[in-house]
Each structure stands twice: as structure tokens, then as C-alpha cells.
């Protein structure tokens, strides 16, 4: 004979698993879309980087004919859709030859006073700055999203649910070199 008690225990014996296992797989949803936005927030300020390389070209243009070509050439080597690792590489090239770019101005006093290049130069180092602070948000998430997928008993459910770990953005040997100035 079912009673209102062996009915409620019943009831709860079933819905309590449900609903951990529906807050496990949203919880993952979550942090999956913390990393896609941060993803995505990088991406932007990588853009914001890009779009300024030609406006830097420009008012290298007519000082330093070297360095004008080189920025022209890092217009041309940005790729729209790439995997992490390739991007990671690709990004760390694009702001050594940056940096270089920046440091061999050195060399050409008229362009180092020009009110253009130097507004551009602080907008780079703005840029600079929240691609740094992007790069944190994102490893950070993927810190936490790594962290629930990978432990216990989160390793079990992101297994069932398909969840995998993602690859966080990091400098690679070249990057970590000192910059090295290039002079025409």
C-alpha cells in the first residue's frame, strides 16, 4: 500500500538527482558562456590593435620608409578565423613587431614630435593595456571553467554532458624575449 510518506520520499528520491544534475549541466552552460564572452572581448581589443596599424602606417608613411612597410605587412597578416594556438601565435608576432616599430621611431626625431604619431602611439599603448587586461579576464575564465570540468565530481558530469577543457592564452617563447630595436 503507497502512503503519503513512501509517495513523498518517492518523489523526492527522484527530483533531487534531476534537478542536481539539471543545476551541474547549466552550471557548465555558464561558464562555457563566461569564456565565450571573454573570448570575445579579446577579440575586440585584438581588432581595435589591428584597425590602428594602418593609421599608424599612414603617419610613419613619409619618416621611415622601413617601418611604414613593416606595419603595412602586419596589416596583411591578421587571420579572421583561427585556432587559439594559432591566433596566440599570430598576436604574439603582431605586438613584437609593434613594439620594434615603436622602439626604432626612435631613430626619427621629426616623426617622434609629431603630435599624430604621438596620440597614435598613446592610443597603442591604451590598447596594449586592455588587451593585457582581456587576457587575464579570459584565462581567468577558463581557469574557473577548467577547474569544474576537471575535478571531481564535475569531471564525471562534464564527461557525460560533453564539456572538455579549453587551452588558455598564453605568451609564447618568442614573446618572452626581450625587444630587440630594428633600425633602418
Given at each position: 500500500?503507497?502512503?503519503?510518506?513512501?509517495l513523498f520520499?518517492?518523489?523526492?528520491?527522484v527530483?533531487?538527482?534531476?534537478?542536481c544534475?539539471?543545476?551541474?549541466?547549466n552550471h557548465f552552460?555558464?561558464l562555457?558562456?563566461k569564456?565565450?564572452?571573454?573570448?570575445?572581448?579579446?577579440d575586440?581589443?585584438?581588432?581595435?590593435?589591428?584597425?590602428?596599424?594602418?593609421?599608424?602606417a599612414?603617419?610613419?608613411?613619409?619618416?621611415a620608409?622601413?617601418?611604414?612597410?613593416?606595419?603595412?605587412d602586419?596589416?596583411?597578416?591578421r587571420?579572421?578565423?583561427?585556432?587559439?594556438k594559432?591566433?596566440?601565435?599570430q598576436?604574439?608576432g603582431?605586438s613584437?613587431?609593434?613594439?620594434?616599430?615603436?622602439?626604432a621611431v626612435?631613430?626619427?626625431p621629426n616623426?617622434?614630435?609629431?603630435?599624430?604619431?604621438?596620440?597614435?602611439?598613446?592610443?597603442?599603448?591604451?590598447?596594449?593595456?586592455?588587451?593585457?587586461?582581456?587576457?587575464?579576464?579570459?584565462n581567468?575564465?577558463?581557469?574557473?571553467?577548467n577547474?569544474?570540468?576537471l575535478?571531481?565530481?564535475g569531471?564525471?558530469l562534464?564527461s557525460?554532458?560533453g564539456?572538455?577543457?579549453?587551452?588558455m592564452?598564453?605568451?609564447?617563447?618568442e614573446s618572452?624575449?626581450?625587444?630587440i630595436?630594428?633600425?633602418?
Open positions: 500500500m503507497i502512503t503519503f510518506g513512501n520520499w518517492g518523489i523526492v528520491s527530483t533531487t538527482p534531476t534537478f544534475l539539471i543545476a551541474a549541466y552552460v555558464t562555457r558562456n569564456v565565450d564572452e571573454a573570448y570575445a572581448t579579446m575586440v581589443c585584438l581588432k581595435k590593435r589591428f584597425d590602428l596599424v594602418p593609421r599608424m599612414e603617419a610613419v608613411r613619409g619618416y620608409r622601413h617601418e611604414a612597410q613593416t606595419l603595412e602586419i596589416t596583411k597578416m587571420v579572421a578565423d583561427t585556432d587559439l594559432m591566433r596566440m601565435k598576436e604574439a603582431i613584437m613587431t609593434l613594439k620594434n616599430v615603436v622602439l626612435e631613430n626619427y616623426l617622434k614630435a609629431s603630435e599624430n604619431f604621438l596620440e597614435l602611439q598613446r592610443e597603442l599603448s591604451h590598447i596594449e593595456d586592455e588587451i593585457a587586461s582581456s587576457r587575464r579576464y579570459y581567468g575564465s577558463v581557469r574557473l571553467f577547474n569544474a570540468v575535478t571531481f565530481p569531471n564525471c562534464a557525460l554532458y564539456f572538455k577543457k579549453r587551452e592564452f598564453v605568451a609564447d617563447e618572452r624575449q626581450n625587444t630595436i630594428m633600425t633602418a
